[in-house]
C-alpha cells in the first residue's frame, strides 16, 4: 500500500540547516504532487509548498520563500526538504503528503535550540 | 491568503450524538461544480487523515458516520452518531488557489 517514510528526528542549532527526506512507495512517484506542512503547537497547519517530482516544478508559500527548498529523487522515490537559517520559530513537526493528501508521513519533529 | 474560521474550538458531545463543526471561508472556495474544501481528522501524535474531500465526497475507507456539506464560503463537518474513537482535532482546508489553508482546528470530546 502506498507510504511515506519520514526521517527521524533532529536537534539542531540555530542558523544551521537540515535536511528531511521523504521516502515514498507503491505509487508512481513521478506523477503526483508531494506537499509539505509545518505544524507548531498553537499554530496549527501551515502549507509550506509542494513539488512535482517528474518536473521538479515547486510551488512555495510566500512565508517560507527563502526558507524551504524542495527537491526530489525519482530514482529512490525520495522527497526532501532543506530548512535554512533555522531559528527557534522553525522547531516543529513537519509532514510530507501525497498530492491529494489521501496519504501522509508520519511526520519528522525538528527541535532547534543552542 | 484565504482564511478560514473553524467553530466552535472545542466541542463536548454525548455517546451516539451528534457533533458538528464549521468552518467559513473568507471568499468562496466554490464552482458551480465543486467545492473545494476537505476535512481532516486528527490524533495525537499522528498526522491528519483526510476525511472528506469536495466538501461532501466520503473519503474511502471512511465511516459513513462523517458526513461533509456546504459550498460557497459556509461547510459543515457532522459526525453521527459518535464514537468513543472520534476523540480527535478536526480541520478543514481548502485547495482554492496557492497557499491552501488550513482552519484554526475543532477539538471534539466525547462524554
Known amino acids: 500500500q502506498v507510504q511515506l517514510q519520514q526521517s527521524g528526528a533532529e536537534l539542531m542549532k540555530p542558523g544551521a540547516s537540515v535536511k528531511i527526506s521523504c521516502k515514498t512507495s507503491?505509487?508512481?512517484?513521478?506523477?503526483?504532487?508531494i506537499e509539505w506542512v509545518k505544524q507548531r503547537p498553537g499554530h496549527g497547519l501551515e502549507w509550506i509548498g509542494e513539488?512535482?517530482?517528474?518536473?521538479?516544478?515547486?510551488n512555495y508559500n510566500v512565508k517560507f520563500k527563502g526558507k524551504a527548498t524542495f527537491t526530489a529523487d525519482t530514482s529512490s522515490n525520495t522527497a526532501y526538504m532543506q530548512l535554512s537559517s533555522l531559528t527557534s520559530e522553525d522547531s516543529a513537526v513537519y509532514y510530507c503528503?501525497?498530492?491529494?493528501?489521501?496519504?501522509w508521513g508520519q511526520g519528522t519533529l525538528v527541535t532547534v535550540s543552542a | 491568503d484565504i482564511v478560514l474560521t473553524q467553530s466552535p474550538a472545542s466541542l463536548a458531545v454525548s455517546l451516539g450524538q451528534r457533533a458538528t463543526i464549521s468552518c467559513r471561508a473568507s471568499q468562496s472556495v466554490s464552482t458551480s461544480s465543486y467545492s473545494y474544501m476537505q476535512w481532516y481528522q486528527q490524533k495525537p501524535g499522528q498526522p491528519p487523515k483526510l476525511l472528506i474531500k469536495?466538501?461532501?465526497n466520503l473519503e474511502s475507507g471512511v465511516p459513513a458516520r462523517f458526513s461533509g456539506s456546504g459550498s460557497g464560503t459556509d461547510f459543515t463537518l457532522n459526525i453521527h452518531p459518535v464514537e468513543e474513537v472520534d476523540t480527535a482535532t478536526y480541520y478543514c482546508q481548502h485547495s482554492w488557489e496557492i497557499p491552501p489553508t488550513f482552519g484554526g482546528g475543532t477539538k471534539l470530546e466525547i462524554k
Open positions: 513539488i512535482l517530482p517528474g518536473s521538479g516544478i515547486t
Open positions: 503528503a501525497k498530492g491529494n493528501y489521501s496519504h
Open positions: 469536495y466538501a461532501s
Open positions: 507503491d505509487y508512481t512517484f513521478s506523477s503526483y504532487w
